[in-house]
């Protein structure tokens, strides 16, 4: 059974409920349709609700290299479950391109006229390495994941 968000009357969330009940409150003028950020049908209340009681639910993530799983489920049912696709191979090709750009940049600038003493090269530097660094794709896949938690 589907779920509907239903947002009291200043827009602050109330507990979700059943489409069929949201369609007879729209029906009847006591809400209105609305879209959420995640582009999802909600209702908005026309009039102050008879009590703000919320239960408690929890967000879950199933993480994943490709895909990842969303739900968001109360202790009586589950209110919202999503598969993302994830920025993972897109990131991965970016990077490898920027990888490739510098490498032919850094070539291009060195005078292979002089001996290899003499040549401009970067000078050595062994401690610029960031040890507790996430890498950029997975970094990208866990921050879409972040935004459509917080949203």
Not at 49 to 66: A, E, F, M, N
Not at 67 to 75: E, F, L, T
Request: no cysteine; proline share 8%.
């Amino acid at each position: 059974m589907q779920r509907i968000p239903v947002q009291n009357p200043d827009g602050t969330p109330a507990m979700p409920t059943k489409r069929r009940r949201a369609q007879r409150w729209v029906e009847q003028g006591r809400a209105t349709w609305v879209k959420t950020n995640l582009r999802l049908k909600a209702v908005r209340l026309n009039a102050e609700p008879s009590g703000r009681k919320t239960q408690p639910i929890v967000v879950g993530v199933d993480p994943g290299k490709l895909y990842s799983g969303i739900a968001v489920q109360s202790s009586k049912a589950t209110l919202f479950g999503s598969h993302l696709e994830l920025p993972y191979p897109k990131v991965r090709e970016r990077m490898g391109n920027r990888r490739m750009l510098r490498r032919s940049r850094r070539s291009r600038r060195i005078n292979r006229e002089l001996p290899f003493p003499l040549r401009n090269h970067r000078q050595k530097r062994f401690n610029n390495r960031r040890q507790k660094k996430v890498a950029p794709s997975i970094r990208a896949n866990r921050d879409l994941e972040f935004r459509v938690v917080q949203s």
